[in-house]
């Protein structure tokens, strides 16, 4: 049982979020880097990005999934409007910041207009 970087995120916000969806499945996580955009200029850009490591090399394969998957998502300026409290969302995001309901299950979410009103 070894830990086992999995992903390295241009930014700090990119690398919570994947390590917030492995620890959904379960998939304990180790962040380093978090704070090393301080020695950029210091050091080469690409060793003080945030890294995203797995305690458990067994969990590999499925860590790889859920990396696929969180790479393979669009990035997205609109936003999904929660139909629990009313929120808006990034369209990315799969359950509401704000009360944690799932925006994109079934009746769940519409998108939310220009302006954020529906």
Partial sequence: MRVKRVYSASDLFDARLLADA????RIRTHLFNANAIGAMGDLPFGETW???WIADDRDLERAQAVVA????RPASRSSMRCAGCGEDNPANFDCCWNCGQDVRGEGAGRPAAAGGRP
């Fill in 22 to 25: 492995l620890d959904d499945v």
């Fill in 50 to 52: 945030p890294e995203v």
């Fill in 69 to 72: 998957a969180h790479a393979s």
